[in-house]
């Protein structure tokens, strides 16, 4: 195929024809995902970035349950994804998968729009008092609000490895390109996200909520057509294996079986397939690794397995396993962060509505606006990342990529700490002002700008580019070879359980601090509250959390996979960067 032009990786066409190499995928094919992509993410921070607003200010619930709500909300949507990317893995595909989800996708942002449209499907107001929402009126809302979930778990682990298929790894040019697409895709990410936090946020308050979401759901519709005007030059990856989890499982129940037998001196005595086999079949090898030696034991050759099983597991299978559960090690510490993640359109939202927030006497900036900030800061580091810090690192390091994947997402972790530093230092100083100018009331506003929060929001964008980055590039490149969609949702997961953890944590602190008539730290009042006291507590557990991320990273050991009988292995990161000072496993 080679000779004739096609792909060295094996990719197809939507029919299952070999591609040309010269005429499918590379960025022009990204191009159409990549608008798709900006629309999406529009139409997920349009709703995100102000929901908290809306659940208090339309539907009249308290801070702490409008807090949890939109956190329960938004982890779904970032958990979805673990069964759509599977559907993709063992059934569908990545292209059919997206189709179906984002049809669903679509028809929630309709019904969304609708429900926030009607006056009928709303509560309400008779002399400024407005009664709370009907039990109808909240189940439509919510309805619609997880029927985006539900449509985001089919799209959202789909697109992006989409995107990252229209790139050869066997071709060096093609190769370098991949290393710098997750920077731009997210890059597209951003750019959408900053539509919804400027534009459609204020749109939403001053405009109207039927607008504000009207416009992302035309945007969305926009961006499907142009998505498959895209279809001729997509490449597509073969699925070598019909259930990969299956496989994956299959290895510590052998490995258990085979628990009381002695592993061999010489893994090269490990059962493994001839490099024909995956040559032909278009999988490749795994190189061995010491790592969780006790998986080793499902691939002796003369284990006593069960009669169903034809033959032990292979090292690349057992291999794979290792690849997973490492993985899960560093997905753990990445908990944490996401739970500082959570905040920017929660807390940091409520916080804002207490301040000062007028630009002028017939003006005052929406307080979500702020989180423009954030994709702000992320736009302007992106490109400062990919054209000057990489190949300034690259020239010191040796790693084309410039610095480790670990390296990248501890430098972002480390910002993401000082960030909730200053977080609590500004909250501080905010209830400072409070008691020197006795101020109690919930509606009061604090004489102190908003734009004290700036910092805050601009430390967590210049973060996300070194660990959301980080982390959806390395969940990709470390995945077992037919388990890249299934690999991806490691990064939505962990988002979506940080969501998750963060109302764990807001509910506790608001019953555990607020019981026998104590002053809750996040109480509805914000100006009688101890929110400084809260973002203290994520301060130290944020400083705990990055030990364990060094500690974690240390022990991790990349994929290495070997392509052919006279080259040993493909790694993902090289040697070179082990003197690092960073200290962090290569």
């Not at 801070?63 to 970032?78: F, I, K, L, M």
């Not at 000057?388 to 910002?415: A, D, H």
């Not at 008539?517 to 100006?527: A, E, R, V």
Request: charged share 15%; hydrophobic share 45%.
């Amino acid at each position: 195929m080679e000779a004739k032009g096609y792909t060295r990786d094996g990719t197809v066409d939507l029919q299952g024809r070999p591609v040309l190499a010269t005429k499918t995928g590379k960025w022009k094919a990204c191009a159409f995902l990549v608008g798709y992509e900006a629309f999406e993410r529009m139409s997920f921070y349009g709703i995100a970035s102000n929901l908290v607003n809306y659940l208090t200010t339309q539907l009249h619930e308290d801070t702490v349950s409008s807090v949890r709500n939109v956190n329960n909300w938004s982890g779904s949507v970032w958990m979805t994804p673990i069964l759509g990317a599977y559907i993709a893995d063992s059934y569908m595909g990545r292209f059919w998968t997206f189709t179906v989800s984002s049809l669903i996708y679509v028809m929630g942002m309709v019904l969304l729009t609708t429900v926030v449209s009607l006056k009928s499907l709303k509560p309400t107001c008779t002399n400024g008092v407005c009664n709370k929402a009907s039990t109808s009126q909240i189940s439509l809302f919510y309805v619609a609000l997880y029927t985006i979930a539900i449509g985001a778990g089919g799209t959202k682990p789909n697109i992006s490895t989409l995107g990252a298929d229209q790139f050869d790894d066997f071709n060096p040019h093609e190769k370098e390109l991949k290393e710098s697409f997750f920077n731009w895709w997210m890059f597209s990410s951003f750019l959408g996200a900053l539509v919804a936090t400027l534009g459609l946020v204020y749109i939403q308050e001053n405009l109207g909520w039927g607008l504000g979401y009207g416009i992302p759901t035309i945007g969305l519709l926009l961006s499907l057509f142009i998505f498959y005007i895209g279809t001729p030059i997509y490449r597509h990856k073969v699925r070598n294996t019909k259930s990969p989890a299956r496989d994956m499982i299959r290895v510590p129940i052998a490995a258990f079986k085979n628990r009381k037998l002695q592993l061999p001196n010489d893994s090269s005595d490990l059962y493994e397939f001839e490099m024909q086999h995956y040559t032909s079949s278009g999988k490749r090898q795994v190189h061995h690794t010491t790592i969780f030696r006790f998986l080793d034991k499902a691939a002796i050759k003369d284990g006593n397995l069960d009669p169903s099983i034809s033959s032990p597991c292979t090292v690349t299978q057992v291999e794979e396993a290792k690849l997973v559960l490492g993985m899960i090690l560093i997905w753990l510490v990445t908990l944490i962060p996401s739970t500082i993640w959570a905040q920017i359109n929660t807390l940091f939202v409520k916080q804002g509505t207490t301040l000062d927030r007028s630009l002028s006497p017939d003006f005052r900036i929406p307080a979500a606006s702020l989180g423009s900030f954030v994709t702000l800061s992320m736009l302007i580091s992106v490109p400062m990342y990919d054209r000057y810090f990489v190949p300034f690192m690259r020239q010191r390091t040796g790693n084309s990529r410039g610095i480790t994947l670990l390296q990248r997402l501890g430098i972002g972790f480390l910002i993401q700490v000082i960030a909730i530093a200053v977080a609590y230092a500004v909250e501080v100083r905010r209830i400072h002002v409070i008691k020197v100018n006795h101020i109690v009331g919930p509606k009061e506003i604090v004489p102190m700008s908003i734009f004290w929060l700036l910092p805050q929001y601009v430390l967590l964008g210049i973060a996300d580019v070194f660990n959301a980055i980080g982390l959806l590039e390395f969940f990709y490149d470390q995945s077992p070879q037919d388990m890249q969609s299934l690999g991806t949702t490691f990064f939505t997961s962990g988002i979506g359980v940080g969501n998750f953890l963060n109302s764990f944590l807001v509910t506790m602190v608001d019953k555990i601090t607020g019981k026998d008539g104590g002053k809750s730290w996040i109480g509805n009042n914000l100006n009688a509250s101890h929110l400084d006291y809260y973002y203290g507590f994520l301060l130290v557990i944020s400083g705990i959390n990055l030990g364990a991320f060094l500690w974690a990273s240390s022990k991790y050991i990349y994929k290495k996979e070997i392509v052919d009988d006279n080259e040993c292995c493909l790694p993902i990161e090289v040697k070179a960067l082990d003197k690092s000072p960073l200290g962090l496993q290569v």
